[in-house]
């Protein structure tokens, strides 16, 4: 088969892979109908997280199921599924109390790389999940974004404790946090506050329910949201970016006894304990769940309540995918669908 592999910094190829097969009788291998370049795809191909020899990409996707192992039960071939970029188990204690990204038997679905023809799914019954029908083709780019930029802005919203009545800001103009903005809509916000400095971007994220957009960053992005906010700070903050600098805004943009859920992959992050001490806010965040959100964000999908596949901007072929890195990189577009 075909699939984006990564050799270098800033070089992705498609390269001919070996076709996925049944390892464990609890797998499936499903034929990719969509799948996508996540921003978290950047910090490897800049070269900030080192490559270590050919990588293969993705861990985004959507599919129809071709073969299924002897163990699985509950899918069967033929079935459009969704699933999480984490594989779990959906049974363990942890997936049960409502973290399947940390399940005793999770794998990270970037090792397998679903910028492909195909993948081999783990634990199936556990990370699948199947619509109830084959979806009309209008709602492939909004089920791919519930594989896991609508399900990381749903749970950044859910850490950052949003509820009807309360003020939230989104650190992040990115599909993350474009699609934490939507989330904190459905969730009930009076007011959301957007952190961007991108036209097009802000047009977006007001579409998607942004009240206000704030343009500065750091420090003065965080007074911005103090005078705002009549000097309190907002309720919640939603960070998704993973940096030094986006995660004191978020911090410095909330409220004490306020809550910051957190999503970017933070790379190089140090926390100030004595700011973080008398700031009284909670911290909540980490790698989202996403399994634990998808039969009620597929719902809302096919019920037409969101349309979070907004946030692809651009789509190309599979043969394309090197272009669909370049052009997120250059922030020339939001999100790049991909179509094997």
Not at 160 to 177: I, L, R, S
Not at 178 to 193: D, N, P
Not at 211 to 222: F, I, K, L, M, P
Request: aromatic residues 6%; hydrophobic residues 40%.
């Amino acid at each position: 088969m075909r699939g984006a592999v990564l050799h270098a910094p800033g070089d992705v190829r498609l390269d001919t892979r070996d076709d996925p097969r049944i390892e464990h009788p609890t797998d499936a291998i499903i034929r990719i109908a969509a799948t996508c370049v996540c921003g978290s795809d950047l910090w490897p191909y800049r070269g900030i997280e080192a490559v270590d020899g050919p990588a293969p990409m993705g861990h985004e996707y959507v599919g129809i199921i071709e073969e299924a192992g002897t163990d699985v039960t509950t899918l069967k071939p033929g079935q459009f599924v969704v699933g999480s970029f984490f594989a779990s188990d959906n049974t363990c204690e942890i997936c049960q109390a409502g973290y399947p990204s940390r399940c005793v038997h999770a794998e990270l679905m970037g090792a397998i790389g679903t910028q492909a023809e195909y993948a081999r799914i783990p634990l199936a019954d556990g990370t699948l999940v199947a619509t109830p029908a084959m979806p009309d083709e209008k709602f492939v780019p909004s089920l791919l974004a519930a594989s896991d930029v609508l399900g990381t802005g749903w749970f950044a919203a859910v850490a950052a404790a949003v509820a009807p009545g309360k003020t939230v800001a989104v650190v992040g103009d990115g599909a993350v946090g474009l699609l934490g903005v939507l989330a904190a809509r459905e969730l009930g916000a009076e007011r959301i506050i957007a952190f961007s400095r991108h036209e097009s971007r802000q047009k977006l994220a007001r579409e998607l329910g942004a009240t206000d957009v704030v343009t500065e960053r750091g420090d003065d992005g965080a007074a911005r949201v103090k005078d705002l906010t009549g000097g309190l700070g907002a309720h919640g903050v939603i960070e998704a970016v993973g940096t030094q600098e986006s995660m004191m805004q978020a911090i410095r943009s909330t409220r004490p006894g306020g809550h910051v859920g957190y999503v970017g992959v933070s790379h190089d992050v140090t926390l100030p304990g004595d700011e973080l001490f008398f700031s009284a806010v909670h911290l909540h965040g980490g790698p989202a769940p996403v399994r634990r959100f998808l039969p009620d964000l597929i719902d809302r999908i096919l019920t037409g309540a969101i349309d979070p596949g907004t946030v692809f901007d651009l789509t190309l072929p599979l043969d394309q995918v090197a272009e669909g890195y370049k052009a997120m990189d250059e922030r020339r577009a939001i999100k790049t669908l991909l179509q094997p």
